[in-house]
């Protein structure tokens, strides 16, 4: 295939964490090429002044945020944009013919309502929000193929629902009582500087934020009620830790019935077969985040406690990666109907 046949990619917001991701695993990626990186502050500057790491790599110059210069260059847009900008810049993309997928939240929750309560800014238009897919690829992959918009999940939502969507939709825990216990590295937080992500602030701490105010509350709400068929709520608390990537999400939960380790084991496992991006760790592993480092996997492990009656279910994720911009290429893939690892088949970093 020569380089003229290969899909031509934008990326709006390619300074920020999410979008220098997609740089990184797209480079590799045998059937696209990265034609158009773009800034709303940075125009015309080199992509690689703002990141050295990338000298020689990538340093074609910014191009500005011109919907008709993004359409003379790129078939398919990500928008890694902070929430707010999607909303009114993917229908003009759209409109102009362009595939989008886009990293924020701004069209993942399907109520306007829940959106302005949760994100406090103005939702997206209905006639857009309705055309947008949530890409949870392993649970929606069906739906994505073929889509031309995607709304890629949150970090905490990825970890989270992976580990809880087989075991819901089994009616093997009961939903009512489903408590998430997540914690981030700081990348999580992009790359703008502020107080709360402050080296000294962060280091040698750990802390929790947005308790019972987190906007992924309603996007993971939204995936466990239509899995389970009703309206779940639930608890779910993240916590800041001082490292760069990772999240791990800790969830309990009342199991319905008796269930042993083995069991969820092999529920997960024929859930998730032949996606290759989810590995079920063997009974008594847990996963760690230096597991998935670098990677598109999401592991999960589980430990039950036959005294409480109660499963403990421990996902790990890169959140950039798995969490953005790797499940973001992993659903371009699933659109264009082509494998869905191509490009991403990184081993984890480790140590
Ligand atoms: N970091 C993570 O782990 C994850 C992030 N996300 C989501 O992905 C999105 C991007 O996150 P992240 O990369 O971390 O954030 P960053 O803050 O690192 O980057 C966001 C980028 O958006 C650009 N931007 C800001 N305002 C505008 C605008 N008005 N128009 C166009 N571009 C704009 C900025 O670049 P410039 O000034 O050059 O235009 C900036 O570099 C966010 O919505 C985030 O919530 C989702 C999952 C995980
Ligand atoms: C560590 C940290 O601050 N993480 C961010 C994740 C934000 C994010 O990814 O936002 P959206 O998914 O809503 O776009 C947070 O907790 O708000």
Known sequence: ?????????????????????????????????????????????PFSDGYPHMTEILSQPLDPVDVELIKSKADLVFTATPAGVSTELAPKLLDAGLKVIDLAGDFRLQSRETYERWYQKKAPEAAYLQK????????????????????????????????????????????????IDAKSGVSGAGRGVSLGVHYSEVNENLKAYKVNKHQHIPEIE???????????????????????RGIMSSMYAEINGTRTEEDFIALYREYYEGRKFVRVRNKGILPATK?????????????????????????????????????AIQNMNLMMGWDETLGLMHAPIYP
């Open 1 to 45: 295939m020569t380089n003229h046949q290969k899909l031509r990619i934008g990326i709006v917001g390619s300074t920020g964490y999410g979008g220098v991701e997609l740089v990184r695993l797209l480079l590799t990626h045998p059937l696209v090429e990265i034609t158009s990186v773009i800034s709303s502050s940075s125009a015309g500057e």
């Open 132 to 179: 947008a897919v949530y890409g949870l690829s392993e649970v929606y992959g069906e739906e994505v193929a073929g889509a031309s918009f995607i709304s890629n999940p949150g970090c905490y939502p990825t970890a989270t629902l992976l580990g809880l969507v087989p075991a819901v939709k089994a009616g093997w825990i009961d939903p009512d009582t489903i408590v």
């Open 222 to 244: 939204q995936v466990l009620s239509r899995e389970a068929g009703r309206e779940v709520v639930t608890t779910f608390t993240t916590h800041l830790v001082p490292m760069t």
């Open 291 to 327: 597991e998935v480092y670098g990677s598109n996997y999401c592991d999960i492990g589980f430990a039950v406690d036959a005294r409480t009656g109660r499963v403990t279910i421990i996902s790990v994720i890169d959140n950039v990666v798995k969490g953005a911009a790797g499940q």
